[in-house]
Structures are given as C-alpha cells and as structure tokens.
C-alpha cells in the first residue's frame, strides 16, 4: 500500500495541477497589473516546477512583468531565434544571399575535441529532412525548418554556416548578457562536459524586442522573420491561452523536464507585445503547456485592461 501511494501521489499532484490551471482559464484573469503577477506567483508556486522564469515587455504602456527573468536555462530550441536572426543579419551584409543553396549532411564535428557525430531522425521532429541528405537547399527552406517545426539537423547546418560565436556576438550587440549559443543539437560529448546553449527570460525577451522593433537589421528582413515565427506549428503553450484575434509570432523548445515558449503578441490597436515563458523541472509537459497558456491568459488580459500611454 505505502508503493501504491508513492507511485499515486504524484500523478494526483499533476492531475490536480491541470485542474487548476483548466479552470483558472475560464474565469476573468486579473485585469490590474500587479493583481496579474500576484496570480501568476501563486500558480508557479502551486506547480510544483523547480523554475518558471517570465519576462513580458508592453511597450504600450511601458510596463515589464519580470519573474526570474535572470536565472539561466537550458535553452533548448530558443537558442534557434538568435541563429536565425544571424542568418538574417548576415544576408543584410551581403556575407551570403537566402537563397543560397547549401548541401545537406550528417555529419558535424564536436566542438570538445572536434570528433564526429551524426543526428538521430527518429528524435527530430523534421524526420524528413534526413532523406534530403546530398541534396542541396536553399537556406530560406532551412530556418523555415529550423523555426516552424524545430528541424535540429537544419539548425546544426545553419549553426555550422554561421558561426556559434557570431551569433553568441549578435545577441552581446542586442544586450543579451547571459543568452549564448556554443553548440549545435546532439553533441553529447559537450553536453556531458556542461558545454550547453543557456538563456534567460530577459535575455530572449530583448531578442524578440529586437525583432519586433527592427534594430539590427533592414525593415524587410524583420518582416521575413516574423513571418517565419508567425508559421510556428507547436502551439501547445503561449498561444493556447491568448484570445481570439491575437496574432503570436512565437518559438518553443523543449527537452527532458525543460519547456519554453516565446515571442511577440501582436493585438489590434496596441503596439506589440512580448511574452517569454521558461520552465523548467516538469514530468509531464502537459502541465508546463497549461501553465503557460494559463500565464499568457492572465498577461494579455492585464496588458488589455490598461491605457495605452
């Protein structure tokens, strides 16, 4: 009987979670700002997650929701935004041209002691793209796969083509302190010596603000890339709590007991919005998914509520 409670308490803890955060999704979310974070507080805490991070930027009224903006995460797929955002800051330098075509493989080295290593199909959600190997792609179709549906052997030949440090480079240039890129996905010997691509809620927020608000890159190449962040396909978290008629040009990422969602809400009559939510330390990622549309619910209804400044 005391193994039957072990093994069933946890699962009531989780089934009792998901209640909570259901049926906060159907009551009026606090509207005052300071009412949401309290909300928000209470819900982290009765989560039972190791770490929630929020950072959330209004520049309608100039206001920041910031709850452990600054602890560093694993960043799991997020660090695929920054890539892409070299990418693009490149093709506006003229260093390559979108639709230049690159081969697909493989093989990549490590960058502990330069081995190396080949990605599994079976645990990527872009299984087809390994069939594409000795093909050559356009690099548009590349972040289109990186971004929309997480595609990790696209984003090791964008890594490899742009340059783990340049992008560590551009995000230093856009204010990011704590947000670096040091690797491509499955590169077991740099993960197992800590090696490991981190962010914070901040950080990744300044990154989507920089997005939003064009400042590295022409007005053109802000546009394709929310475009791209607009075709997301996992919309499990963030986007499952915002309202009809929000807009969310978003990334999530996610690995074993991490689950991140971000980016820019965009809501009509208000400038757009940013929303980042880091977790980390949950079973089952169902309750992750519920707590951050919970979040967003609570966010966007207080963003709503206030005047424009």
């Known amino acids: 009987m005391l193994n039957q409670r072990t093994m069933i308490g946890p699962v009531l803890i989780s089934a009792m979670f998901l209640m909570l955060c259901v049926k906060g999704s159907g ?23 190791e770490t929630v991070a929020v950072a959330v930027d209004d520049p309608s009224t100039g206001r920041r929701m910031l709850i452990n903006e600054h602890v560093s995460l694993h960043s799991a797929s997020m660090m695929k935004v920054p890539v892409m955002m070299e990418i693009y800051r490149q093709a506006s330098e003229g260093k390559l041209k979108l639709t230049d075509r690159i081969k697909v493989k493989n093989r990549f080295a490590s960058i502990v002691d330069g081995s190396e290593y080949g990605l599994s199909a079976e645990d990527d959600s872009d299984a087809e793209l390994y069939s594409r190997v000795g093909d050559e792609l356009p690099i548009s179709d590349l972040v289109d796969r990186m971004i929309t549906i997480s595609s990790n052997l696209a984003t090791n030949l964008l890594i490899e083509l742009v340059g783990a440090d340049s992008v560590t480079a551009l995000v230093r240039r856009l204010g990011a302190e704590n947000l670096t890129v040091r690797r491509g996905v499955e590169d077991s010997k740099a993960f197992r010596a800590g090696l490991n691509n981190v962010a914070t809620a901040f950080d990744l927020m300044l990154m989507f603000r920089s997005i939003a608000e064009c400042r590295f890159v022409q007005a053109r190449y802000c546009r394709e890339m929310t475009d791209v962040l607009l075709r997301q396909q996992f919309k499990e978290s963030i986007p499952a709590g915002l309202p009809a008629g929000v807009v969310f040009a978003h990334k999530t990422g996610t690995i074993t007991k991490i689950k ?50």
């Open 27 to 49: 009551q009026a979310p606090p509207a005052s700002w300071d009412a949401a974070r309290g909300e928000i507080e209470r819900l982290i805490k009765a989560s039972g997650a």
């Open 260 to 309: 991140h969602d971000g980016g820019i809400a965009y809501t009509p009559g208000r400038k757009p919005y940013v929303i980042v939510i880091l977790t980390r330390g949950f079973e089952d990622g169902k309750n992750a998914d519920a707590l951050m549309a919970r979040i967003a619910s609570i966010v966007h209804r207080a963003i709503a509520s206030a005047k424009p400044k």
